[in-house]
């Protein structure tokens, strides 16, 4: 893997993670072993597996929001190979601001502040008009009307709070996006709309890994297809 | 002994005990410009002894706090003159204490309380402080005709909202804040949260925060020290912390929490 030239943008070398639960006797809980995967730039990876098998947590990890146990999960930032399992935190923020981008499943925000300043607050590099004027229109993409836009999401329905998010997720424009379940609670036309936004970060060159139940989405987004299988547990 | 550099503030070694009580003990961290830091824990774990330490308000029995200035050179806060620390105070350094009270000159008005700062820094222009003054009610969402209005004649968020104007005035670099959204109604308090969210990122202002409340950590913080008995037993970055935590107090902090 090159800090610049060609290869992944993303890569797993051997990540591991098992949860000890201390307040349940020191329980012990293997999730991911050897983990090897590599992501290139306008590849879409798709995670594969039965509920339980810890794709969520394969992702999270690779976010850095879950720790990593053993292994390295290398990235392509700034002109250099950066390993989140073992960068400082002010690193690992540094990624996330630049580099590596996160849709999460539900929306978790400061209360009050309305839709379009979350997404705008989300752009890069911008000038904050024009983050807004970005904003407004990836909103309005998504099917999120101008009067909704200057409203807090706290009223929204799930599906609308989820466009919010899909749109705070790609206003940001990072070269390596992670998606956890981007059109589980939307409706036809709207998971094709995203399904849009993903083909055309693909095209952009974007790398992308996610989780996608719905099969229609996944045959149409996914190159290629990473099995996360159930460990047994060895507690 | 050393410390890193270009952080902004950085502690080692501090231990610090009342009576029989460890209120810290053998503490150490390190804060970067522009960085959010909130230190958590429950009530009687040292954290606002920690606060009061770092911020040199208070001497512990042991260890060292260095800060650096703006042109770079580190100072060993406990071997700083008294006038020095107090001239650090006002300008370099702010505190937001939890009762807004404790900070705001209660029998001067509003516009008067953030002017007071500039002018301790040598301000002399009446107009250009008051401009200023008026300036920073606004970003804090006050009305600027309350300018010349008592501070008695404000609510609890806005008394809030002022000493934050009050503390930003100078444009500090390292701001303590101890339970800034500690006392106020739950409706305010998402209010004043966006606004120091928005003040700190847009002024690029490094934050020590104090708070038991962990979705307030969870929103305005990069990075979390988790303490219990004077003790850091857990240090990372904040979401990671609170999602994934390691040590067994922290499971049980975050797990103590209701989902709301």
Same mark, same amino acid.
């Given at each position: 893997? +090159?800090?610049?030239?060609?290869? =992944?943008?993303?890569?797993?070398?051997?990540?591991?993670?098992?949860?000890?639960?201390?307040?349940?006797?020191? !329980?012990?809980?293997?999730?991911?072993?050897?983990?090897?995967?590599?992501?290139?730039?306008?590849?879409?990876?798709?995670?594969?597996?039965?509920?339980?098998?810890?794709? +969520?947590?394969?992702?999270?990890?690779?976010?850095?929001?879950?720790?990593?146990?053993?292994?390295?999960?290398?990235?392509?930032?700034?002109?250099?190979?950066?390993?989140?399992?073992? @960068?400082?935190?002010?690193?690992?923020?540094?990624?996330?601001?630049?580099? !590596?981008?996160?849709?999460?499943?539900?929306?978790?925000?400061?209360?009050?502040?309305?839709?379009?300043?979350?997404?705008?607050? $989300?752009?890069?590099?911008?000038?904050?008009?024009?983050?807004?004027?970005?904003?407004?229109?990836?909103?309005?993409?998504?099917?999120?009307? $101008?009067?909704?836009?200057?409203? =807090? =999401?706290?009223?929204?329905?799930?599906?609308?709070?989820?466009?919010?998010?899909?749109?705070?997720?790609?206003?940001?424009?990072?070269?390596?996006?992670?998606?956890?379940? =981007?059109?589980?609670?939307?409706?036809?036309?709207?998971?094709?709309?995203?399904?849009?936004?993903?083909?055309?970060?693909?095209? $952009?060159?974007?790398?992308?890994?996610?989780?996608?139940?719905?099969? @229609?989405?996944?045959? +149409?987004?996914?190159?290629?297809?990473?099995?996360?299988?159930?460990?047994?547990?060895? $507690? | 002994?050393?410390?890193?550099?270009?952080?902004?503030?950085?502690?080692?070694?501090?231990?610090?005990?009342?009576?029989?009580?460890?209120?810290?003990?053998?503490?150490? &961290?390190?804060?970067?410009?522009?960085? /959010?830091?909130? #230190?958590?824990?429950?009530?009687?774990?040292?954290?606002?002894?920690?606060?009061?330490?770092?911020?040199?308000?208070? %001497?512990?029995?042991?260890?060292?706090?260095?800060?650096?200035?703006?042109?770079?050179?580190?100072?060993? /806060?406990? %071997?700083?003159?008294?006038?020095? *620390?107090?001239?650090?105070?006002?300008?370099?350094?702010?505190?937001?204490?939890?009762?807004?009270?404790?900070?705001?000159?209660?029998? /001067?008005?509003?516009?008067?309380?953030?002017?007071?700062?500039?002018?301790? %820094?040598?301000?002399?222009?009446?107009?250009?402080?008051?401009?200023?003054?008026?300036?920073?009610?606004?970003?804090?969402?006050?009305?600027?005709?309350?300018?010349?209005?008592?501070?008695?004649?404000?609510?609890?968020?806005?008394?809030?909202? &002022?000493?934050?104007?009050?503390?930003?005035?100078?444009?500090?670099? &390292?701001?303590?804040?101890?339970?800034?959204?500690?006392?106020?109604?739950?409706?305010?308090?998402?209010?004043?949260?966006?606004?120091?969210?928005?003040?700190?990122?847009?002024?690029?202002?490094? #934050?020590?925060?104090?708070?038991?409340?962990?979705?307030?950590?969870?929103?305005?913080?990069?990075?979390?020290?988790?303490?219990?008995?004077?003790?850091?037993?857990?240090?990372? &970055?904040?979401?990671?912390?609170?999602?994934?935590?390691?040590?067994?107090?922290?499971?049980?902090? /975050?797990?103590?929490? *209701? %989902?709301?």
């Amino acid at each position: 893997m +090159s800090a610049d030239g060609n290869g =992944p943008m993303l890569r797993t070398e051997g990540l591991a993670k098992t949860f000890t639960l201390h307040l349940q006797g020191g !329980l012990r809980l293997p999730v991911l072993r050897r983990v090897d995967l590599d992501v290139h730039p306008g590849e879409c990876v798709a995670l594969a597996g039965p509920s339980g098998a810890g794709k +969520s947590t394969l992702l999270r990890s690779l976010y850095g929001n879950y720790r990593a146990e053993a292994g390295r999960i290398l990235v392509r930032h700034d002109g250099a190979i950066v390993d989140i399992a073992s @960068a400082l935190p002010r690193t690992v923020v540094g990624v996330r601001a630049r580099t !590596l981008g996160y849709v999460s499943q539900f929306l978790r925000v400061v209360p009050r502040v309305p839709a379009i300043d979350i997404v705008a607050q $989300a752009a890069r590099g911008i000038p904050y008009d024009e983050a807004r004027t970005r904003a407004a229109s990836w909103l309005t993409r998504l099917n999120i009307p $101008a009067r909704l836009q200057n409203l =807090p =999401p706290a009223t929204f329905s799930g599906g609308e709070q989820q466009r919010v998010n899909l749109a705070r997720g790609f206003i940001g424009c990072h070269p390596i996006l992670l998606l956890d379940e =981007p059109t589980a609670s939307l409706d036809n036309d709207n998971r094709d709309i995203v399904i849009g936004m993903i083909r055309e970060a693909k095209e $952009a060159g974007v790398a992308i890994v996610g989780i996608f139940h719905d099969a @229609a989405v996944r045959e +149409s987004v996914a190159d290629r297809l990473y099995h996360v299988t159930p460990l047994q547990d060895a $507690a | 002994m050393s410390a890193e550099a270009d952080t902004l503030l950085a502690a080692r070694g501090l231990g610090h005990g009342f009576g029989a009580i460890r209120a810290l003990v053998d503490v150490g &961290l390190d804060l970067w410009p522009g960085e /959010v830091l909130a #230190v958590v824990g429950e009530s009687g774990s040292g954290k606002t002894t920690l606060l009061n330490v770092l911020s040199g308000r208070m %001497q512990p029995e042991s260890g060292v706090v260095w800060y650096r200035d703006p042109a770079g050179a580190l100072h060993d /806060v406990y %071997q700083m003159s008294r006038p020095a *620390l107090r001239a650090l105070h006002r300008s370099d350094w702010g505190f937001v204490h939890q009762n807004p009270r404790d900070n705001l000159r209660m029998r /001067v008005s509003a516009g008067g309380n953030v002017g007071e700062r500039l002018m301790a %820094q040598g301000a002399r222009n009446y107009a250009s402080i008051r401009a200023e003054a008026i300036d920073w009610l606004t970003q804090v969402e006050i009305d600027a005709d309350r300018v010349d209005d008592m501070p008695h004649t404000f609510s609890g968020g806005m008394l809030q909202r &002022l000493q934050i104007a009050r503390t930003l005035v100078t444009k500090p670099r &390292l701001v303590f804040m101890d339970e800034p959204t500690g006392g106020l109604d739950v409706s305010v308090q998402a209010r004043l949260l966006d606004l120091i969210r928005t003040l700190v990122a847009r002024l690029h202002i490094a #934050v020590v925060l104090v708070t038991h409340d962990l979705s307030v950590s969870r929103l305005l913080a990069d990075r979390i020290v988790v303490m219990q008995r004077g003790r850091v037993v857990e240090t990372g &970055l904040t979401d990671q912390v609170l999602d994934d935590p390691q040590h067994p107090y922290t499971q049980l902090l /975050v797990s103590s929490v *209701l %989902q709301a």
